[in-house]
């Protein structure tokens, strides 16, 4: 499959159970969790009987997943506990993403707190992530997936060039990939509803990085204009981006076997709609009515008793039951 779509899913009563359960009835083709409290520092272990029915059933129905490593963690912060923290919520993360199958574990680039230069911060990335990296020995470790901000404050990685700075300092080393959230990089101010931006960016982001390293796409519309720095998903079609920077993503040679996930708002109903949406667009069709009788049909499920859906977050996943 060429990009298979699906969605950051639920996984609170069990990875398997709850997240697979969920992901099936969205009509996803990936899947992303998180395997810890995502604003929070803790590392709880797993359930080794989940973890392997999660590795299994993925493999099963070639599903590719990934991890979502917690929002807290920032490498270029100027406090030494909330750099130590980082450290072991994302060693964390690349463990238990290796023990689900996981093929990449996301990170936000973080920023330069403290008033300090952009490259002393960079600088602290390198002592403290580097070797992380150098930790993945396994065939079968997770790649570190790169995901920029929408250009708050004094944020490390936003815009496509400023990836090229920190993959040098990190040596640009093998295991090092790109997420591209779509909302981020409109929010930053490459305006991908342009006429040919989507185009434009992503070959800037090759130009950067070289091609290969883009790994994952955080599919989400953007409730904003592009440059407002604004961090508030929309789902596809909704949003400032549109459907047609989407459908030219799909064409673009470095998005060439790259899985889509989304973090779109509207609970179960919107997720399984927005998913049927970008599958279309890849297919070169428009929605069908059995697509949207797909959406329907999750929408309904979500509203019975005992199926309540974890809701979506316009600032990414939600982080409340899933984890």
Known sequence: MRNPVGGHVPVAGGLAEVGLSYAREMGAEAVQVFVANPRGWATPTGNPAQDALFRAECAAASIPAYVHAPYLINFGSHTP????????????????????????????TGSATGGRPREEALAQVRT???????????????FLLLESTAGQGSSLCSRTWDFGPYFDALDAHPKLGVCLDTCHIFAAGHDLAGPGGMKETLDLLVETVGEGRLKLIHANDSKDVAGAHKDRHENIGAGHIGEEPFRELFTHPATEGVALVIETPGGKEGHATDVARLQALRDGRCATGADRARADRAGARALRPGGQSPGGQSSGPSPGSSW
Request: without cysteine; hydrophobic residues 35%; negative net charge.
């Open 81 to 108: 506990a909330t750099v130590e923290r980082s450290v072991e919520s994302l060693r964390h993360s690349l463990r238990r993403a290796r023990e689900i199958g996981a093929l990449g574990v996301v990170v936000h």
């Open 128 to 142: 403290y992530l580097r070797p992380l990296l150098d930790e993945l020995t396994h065939d079968d470790d997770p």
